[in-house]
């Protein structure tokens, strides 16, 4: 059987990021730059005020003070979106509003609280402005020249920058449609909840949970619905979801009379690469492609399928996405409370996180079965054991996954 690790790296193994695109700086946000875009414009565009005052001369008001106040005769007022229409002469002031352009002559603005706020004249008195407030043009970005490097995610602190240099849209790599395919007779969605009510089916949650989780990672969820244990329906639906970039399912891949999801992909003459891997939750794995697109067959207990989605498809479409760190990065932590396990395969906890504490202390979000959706939803991480460990002390060194918000990704598998 194959190490988490190992399995790891054969899914990932040939898969490139996806063709480049164009797409408006409104779909921009969270893609990863497939070239690095330049500035249309120069930024600012012209020389202006960045205080609302008076344009004028340094050394027309350097030693104004309140008692030896400086008079200047006001030219002209300039609004934003106004230009000036005369220079600032020796002696004499305009009026300015912030981002206004600078009146040609002018190298100060001094701020209208240092002066009287007159409109034909103006008294300056405090010289403590002389020479600044000018924004210079061009000091923030030169057209022409790189604003965010290619391989960098479009952020939304990076949004402004690109729409303030006229780059209405960029080049960027193209989403991974994930096809996403529940399987089992017991299933059904939510649209069917009386069914559930009455006690004869259960919510299809790993459907619901995977859709949302490859939208969190950059991905777009193709939601193929539930199909029944019967070859057939597999085969139909398989076909379908070959046609994307990814091939999600889950269940039907253990050794019950009605696990036909590896029958399924052969029957499409798609390959099994990989089938189980040491570890727990998530043992039940499966790795393939179907018509040339990569599967993953991920268990269907719901914890074992996110479990697994974390560490083997949000991966897949990183890469997809043009993302160099792919894998969620592991963090130094401490045993909160003694753990046990049975040995044999690395074993993931769900649990929580005190970060607080240095190093963090980990204690057990709820009960361990991987039927057991509360406790995941309660983690805050997984917590790694390794198959050597059996009795875990508290305070024992260990590592942990940050789940959710608290994710961030490093360049290799977390262990
Ligand atoms: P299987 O891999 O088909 O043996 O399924 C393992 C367990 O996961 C069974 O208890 C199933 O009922 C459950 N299960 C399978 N698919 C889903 C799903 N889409 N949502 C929630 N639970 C599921
Ligand atoms: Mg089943």
């Given amino acids: ?56 001369r340094a050394a027309d008001v350097a030693g104004a003070t309140p008692g030896h106040p400086v008079a200047l005769p006001v030219v002209e007022t300039v609004a934003a979106g106004a230009f000036p229409s005369r220079p600032v002469a020796p ?64 952020l939304g602190t990076q949004v402004g920058l690109l729409a303030a240099a006229g780059v209405a849209g960029v080049s960027a790599h193209r989403r991974p449609r ?21 006690g004869k089916r259960i919510i299809s949650s790993n459907g619901y949970a995977l859709a949302a989780l ?9 939601e193929l619905g539930i199909v029944p244990d019967a070859i057939d329906w597999l085969r139909a639906k398989l076909h379908e979801a070959a046609s994307c970039d990814l091939v999600v399912t ?6 019950g009379a009605f696990d036909l999801t590896r029958a399924a992909v052969e029957a499409v003459g798609g390959t099994i690469d990989f089938w189980k891997v040491r570890m727990r939750p998530g043992a039940q794995l499966g790795f393939g492609s179907v018509r040339g697109t990569p599967w993953l067959g991920l268990p269907g207990n719901p914890v074992s399928a996110i479990v697994t989605f974390e560490l083997f498809v949000r991966p897949m479409i990183r890469r997809m996405l043009g993302q160099r760190d792919l894998f969620p990065r592991a963090i130094d932590c401490v045993a909160g ?44 991480a997984l917590l790694l054991v390794t198959a050597e460990m059996t009795e875990v002390p508290a305070g024992t060194a260990l590592r942990a996954i940050p789940l959710g918000e608290r994710m961030t990704f490093a360049g290799e598998f977390p262990f």
């Avoid at 969190?216 to 193709?222: F, M």
């Fill in 1 to 56: 059987m194959r190490s988490a690790a190992e399995a790891s790296e054969r899914t990932l193994h040939g898969l490139a990021p996806l063709p480049a695109e164009r797409v408006g700086l409104g779909g921009a946000h969270g893609r990863v730059l497939a070239e690095s875009p330049r500035a249309v414009l120069t930024l600012p565009p012209w020389a202006n005020s960045a205080m609302d005052g008076y344009a004028v």
């Fill in 91 to 154: 002696g004499t002031a305009t009026r300015i509003m912030t981002g206004a352009p600078l009146p040609e002559g002018a190298d100060t603005v001094v701020r209208v609280e240092d002066t009287d706020g007159g409109l034909h004249e103006v008294l300056v008195h405090d010289g403590r402005d002389a020479g600044r407030n000018v924004r210079q043009a061009g000091e923030d970005v030169r057209a022409g020249e790189v604003v965010l490097e290619a391989g960098a995610t479009v």
């Fill in 178 to 198: 994930v096809a996403i395919l529940s399987t089992g007779d017991e299933l059904v969605a939510l649209d069917r909840l009386d069914e559930a009510r009455a």
């Fill in 214 to 222: 490859v939208r969190e990672a950059g991905g777009v969820p193709v």
């Fill in 250 to 255: 889950t269940a039907g891949v253990s050794v």
């Fill in 337 to 380: 409370e003694p753990l046990r396990s049975a040995g044999g395969a690395m074993h993931l906890f769900r649990a929580r996180l005190d970060s607080a504490a240095s190093p963090p202390r980990a204690t057990l979000a709820g009960a361990q079965g991987s039927h057991l959706l509360q406790a995941l939803a309660r983690a805050d």
